[in-house]
């Protein structure tokens, strides 16, 4: 029996032809945007003709549909499968998965796919649609339960993750929508790793739960003043001591009492005049 033959140079270009002509259209998708890229251009920029791309695709939305299953959807899946099996601490497992994503999606040509979804739902709401339930509440669900894990351990403060989770990762897709939008244009901004530092710490220090209080008892047994080993008690520190002029009220910074609180005024009122005089002599006594 003679041996099988090995696959000739144009049927592997046949297997590998879906894959070149979604890697063709996302370029083409993210520097002209959906609507202006025509699928003529697509072929072309594959190397191949217009009537090869119909046999693998009906229709410019099925090839989009393809560009992100391909590209997006399989990532997520290794994300989902990285939360599952990690046994990192939270805030190290936060920093893995927007590090992570960064490296797969937003410094690849796939991270040029969010602003072209922004910028085109309205004339293609189908899309968008699809675009949302494939990719963004997947991912949602992906950061929901990586901020759960770290509000079960006690590492970060008690929140709805569901809740916070478009708070988390919306500065994450402005950088991508800046850099597709104004950064092709050369306006400047940080660099990606400057942005990326930072982005994580303010992140963490906003999810980090508060340290818990030393205690009354502990304080008066170190043998500060109050305690058993201390004097008098301690004068109240000041609650100015490092505080800005700028943040203080000039009643404050003069020793005069806090200003009281004005009667209600509605604009509808002032400007008809149907305001008492005692409630603008007030306010106006209080602002001097």
Known sequence: MPPPRSPTRWQRRKEARPQELTAAALALFVEKGFAATRLEEVAARAGVSKGTLYLYFDSKEDLFKAVVREGLVPLLAAGES?????????????????????????????????????SEARNFPELARFYADEVIERAKRLLAQALQRGVASGAFRSFDAEDLVLVVFSPLMMRLVWKH?????????????????EYIELMLRGLRADPKPASRTSRNQSGSPGGPGGGKEPTKPSTNKGRSPLFIPRQEQEGKPPCKSPQFISSAQFFSGNVKTSALSDLSGDLA
Request: charged letters at 15%.
């Open 82 to 118: 990285m939360i599952a099996q990690s046994t990192l601490p939270a805030e190290d497992l936060f920093r893995a998965i927007v590090l992570r994503w960064w490296d797969l999606v937003g410094s690849t040509p796939l991270g040029g796919l969010p602003k072209l979804v922004f």
């Open 181 to 197: 939008s104004l950064g092709c244009c050369g306006v400047p901004s940080p660099s990606d790793e400057v942005f990326l530092r």
